[in-house]
């Protein structure tokens, strides 16, 4: 897989389909998963019951599947490539929970860009990137398709 350098800020221009961009890692923490519970609400047991969760076929507690979805979204940002170029995120094309993710797991993200649409009117174009977030056991936990609006190059 290739890695982009690690640009901010690239222009709607500067995407083509077949770019791949790799992020850093993220250690998932038990904080990381309460303080979601908080966040969201979201207090069922088999993430906030450590005694609960050994009677599950996953043996422990597990991260929220959306806490793992917004860590992936973290991750993307991490990598710089829309830092002040992202004008909005448009959709969710699909999205798929596969394994659970663990107190501990480290999760980085593989992004190939699939498709691009320039959209003048709205000052840039739309990407359409394939994510795969894959823990430390080279394992994918969760994977899909996301369409961001990102701003076109200034004109000098």
């Given amino acids: 897989m290739t890695n982009l350098p690690a640009t901010r800020g690239m222009y709607f221009e500067e995407f083509e389909v077949g770019q791949k961009i790799i992020s850093v890692g993220r250690t998932v923490t ?4 309460v303080t979601f519970a908080g966040l969201s609400g979201d207090y069922n047991q088999i993430h906030t019951d450590a005694d609960f969760s050994k009677g599950t076929p996953y043996g ?3 991260a929220h599947g959306l806490l793992g979805l917004s860590i992936a ?3 993307v940002m991490r990598t710089g490539v ?3 170029t992202v004008l909005a995120f448009r959709e ?3 999205w798929k929970f596969s394994k659970p993710t663990f107190i501990g797991d480290t999760l980085h993200v593989e992004v190939e860009v699939v498709e691009t649409k320039a959209m003048p009117r709205l000052g840039g ?7 795969n977030v894959i823990n430390q056991r080279n394992e994918t936990v969760m994977k899909g398709q996301w369409t961001a609006l ?7």
């Fill in 30 to 33: 038990e904080n990381d998963i």
């Fill in 73 to 75: 979204s973290g991750l």
């Fill in 82 to 84: 829309l830092e002040g």
């Fill in 92 to 94: 969710i094309n699909e």
């Fill in 60 to 62: 422990q507690r597990i």
């Fill in 125 to 131: 174009g739309t990407i359409v990137i394939v994510l």
């Fill in 150 to 156: 990102v701003m076109s190059k200034p004109s000098t």
